[in-house]
């Protein structure tokens, strides 16, 4: 011990992290040959991979070359080109063929360690209808019993046991509105009843996906997972990083690295003072409650450069009561007999857009709101809708004003605090819209992403559908994100950058740790968490290189 810090550890490949850039950097680390260690700051391993839906939009890839369906990497850098456009190194060109041509190798190293994938074969890119658009890019795992993990589930953040794909999502929220809904349920609820009586703990979506990680790496590799083990600083010796210093146990651990260091400890969505420096807001965020930007600062110590500080995985969400998190919305914006108003009882969005674009709508319509989701009494009755299914919380809403009942437009009105003629005005418009099958105003239902959430029972627009019907319900709506997207620069291989465009010598970043390949928007469903695989296992195939 000198100063305090101890020399506890050396290995090839040091991983800042536990989500899916981190893992997957495990991952393609002990593919290699390689030593890897997992540093979570926190005393919950999963990251927001684990709170998420657990999707991968990864085009071109191998399940989909299985299953006949046609997408080439011309078609996939096309609609890149097209959606994402090049903003700056993060999301370059150059940084996008390194993210199409990655797919392959990312599958099917995991599927070689024993990772079962699916595809949701009816989830479309989030703008279909540009150049290069398809049908089921997006892959999740398969739903595995969570008990192959052992202990570490204890540990898992988020860790409900949901045998849950992205289909079902979909699905489950017409359950008793639509055949297919009923018959998506039934099978939920037999998939589930399997997997009891067979003593499995079945988990699928996020939480799939990071236990099935674990297993593959940590379980079956004996890659050491160590938590609480926040990241103090960068170790660098001529111009190279060679490890870090954690703090473990109330002391400075350095922690050696041979290869390199991969930061993956995800975005700043928890740090207020940056969220306010960034972004003007205070935020919303579902994510990981431990990423408050640390790695990102601990790189730009040892310079690294950073793009999109101002962005974020941008959507609508249910504002929280106190002590609880906002719940972000998807599906039930999409769903008939509902429409989103701003503070004056006006539209200002098409309300089934993709959830990031709906977020940039938002800020810039109006930053502090408030926002309403405004749906009548069928909406309530005809489909899930996560966010109001506990009559606790309903009433602790309605006591804290961020949902409002009422049996008519005008009473409605006046809980919303808007003017009731305007607010008559703005339903007798989208009723119409409704009635006639086109939004003439923000052209909701045009798109096949829009429709994906619909409720193809209601004609002529499966998005689209009058509200009419009393009682009338509001929830207050915040703009919510799933992570911010800022961080370090780096290049197709995940190295770290400086503004100059040298590269930090030892030195990786994935995941919301990076400045995302994505740009400003999401071309599809898993854009998070694709290229952080993707980066992960391409930065550890460029530290195995290092010591040839």
Request: hydrophobic share 40%; glycine share 14%.
């Amino acid at each position: 011990m000198t100063d305090g810090v101890t020399q506890d550890e050396v290995f090839d490949v040091v991983v800042v992290g536990s989500g899916a850039a981190a893992f997957a950097t495990a991952l393609g680390a002990v593919d290699e040959g390689l030593s890897v260690v997992l540093l979570e700051s926190t005393d919950k391993w999963g990251g927001s991979t684990a709170m998420s839906g657990g999707g991968m939009w990864l085009p071109n890839n191998p399940l989909m070359r299985r299953d006949g369906v046609g997408d080439s990497r011309e078609e996939a850098l096309t609609y890149l080109a097209a959606t994402v456009g090049e903003e700056g190194v993060a999301a370059s060109r150059a940084r996008q063929e390194a993210f199409v041509d990655g797919v392959p190798d990312f599958v099917t190293t995991a599927e070689r360690h024993g990772m079962r994938f699916a595809r949701a074969t009816d989830y479309p890119d989030y703008y279909p209808e540009r150049p290069g658009g398809k049908v089921g890019r997006s892959m999740e795992v398969e739903p595995l019993d969570s008990k192959v993990i052992g202990e570490w589930w204890r540990t898992l953040r988020n860790a409900v046991p949901l045998p849950a794909k992205t289909d079902d999502v979909w699905l489950l929220g017409r359950a008793w509105s639509t055949p297919g809904g009923f018959v998506r349920g039934a099978q939920f609820v037999l998939r589930a009843l399997g997997g009891v009586l067979r003593g499995q703990r079945l988990a699928g979506i996020g939480v799939g996906l990071a236990t099935s990680f674990c297993k593959a790496v940590v379980v079956d590799q004996g890659v050491p997972l160590r938590l609480n083990s926040p990241l103090e600083d960068l170790v660098v010796e001529d111009d190279r990083v060679v490890g870090v210093r954690v703090r473990r146990d109330g002391r400075q651990v350095t922690v050696r690295a041979r290869r390199g260091v991969m930061l993956a400890g995800g975005g700043f969505e928890h740090n207020v003072d940056w969220r306010q420096k960034h972004h003007g807001i205070d935020g919303a965020p579902s994510g990981n409650p431990g990423n408050v930007g640390g790695p990102i600062a601990v790189a730009q110590r040892a310079g690294a450069a950073v793009e999109l500080m101002d962005e974020a995985w941008w959507g609508g969400s249910i504002a929280p009561l106190p002590g609880t998190a906002p719940a972000f919305i998807v599906g039930e914006r999409s769903m008939p007999y509902s429409l989103l108003l701003d503070a004056h009882g006006d539209r200002f969005a098409n309300e089934s857009e993709s959830y990031v674009d709906l977020g940039h709508h938002m800020l810039a319509h109006d930053k502090d709101g408030p926002y309403w989701l405004v749906a009548d009494t069928r909406h309530a009755r005809r489909y899930l809708r996560t966010f109001a299914l506990d009559p606790r919380a309903n009433k602790a809403m309605r006591k804290a004003g961020i949902m409002v009942k009422a049996d008519s437009v005008d009473a409605l009105a006046r809980g919303l605090g808007v003017q009731p003629a305007r607010l008559r005005a703005t339903l007798q418009r989208f009723n119409g819209f409704a009635r006639a099958g086109k939004d003439g105003d923000f052209g909701r239902g045009d798109s096949a992403y829009d429709r994906y959430y619909g409720d193809p029972t209601v004609r002529p627009n499966p998005c689209l559908g009058p509200l009419e019907k009393p009682p009338f319900t509001a929830f207050r709506v915040v703009i919510g994100d799933l992570g911010t997207k800022g961080g370090v620069v780096t290049d197709g291989d995940g190295r770290a950058l400086r503004e100059d465009g040298s590269v930090i010598e030892g030195l990786y970043s994935a995941g919301n740790n990076s400045a995302s390949v994505m740009g400003r928007t999401y071309p599809g469903p898993g854009s998070t968490i694709g290229p952080a695989a993707v980066f992960g296992v391409r930065a550890a195939r460029h530290m195995a290189r290092q010591g040839r």
